[in-house]
């Protein structure tokens, strides 16, 4: 199944809603998965505190149109956010 970086909630912002949801968050193994398309953002603790991140997984290749370029590398971006922000809720809950 190709990773579809333009639309990784669905079609329609009604499906961002529920963001949250679409993640598999491992803080023991420093990852955040969103489910529907495979996109990994791995994390590893930063010796000045917190965490530094980085794509834990291959990205299709953009394009082959602008259109469809610029909605992949947006929906990319909204991805790198929303695993940030999801792996960081997931990580300071546990710790409490």
């Not at 370029?69 to 790198?80: I, K, N, T």
Request: some cysteine; aromatic content about 10%; proline content about 5%.
């Amino acid at each position: 199944m190709a990773m579809d970086l333009a639309n990784p909630y669905g079609d329609g912002n009604h499906h961002r809603m529920s963001w949250r949801r679409a993640w598999d968050v491992s803080v023991d193994g420093l990852t955040a998965t969103h489910r529907g398309t495979g996109f990994v953002v791995a994390f590893e603790p930063s010796t000045e505190g917190g965490y530094t991140a980085r794509i834990g997984c291959d990205l299709p290749p953009f394009g082959p149109d602008s259109d469809l370029a610029m909605a992949q590398m947006f929906g990319l971006r909204q991805l790198l956010k929303d695993g940030w922000e999801i792996f960081h809720t997931v990580a300071r809950k546990s710790r409490t």
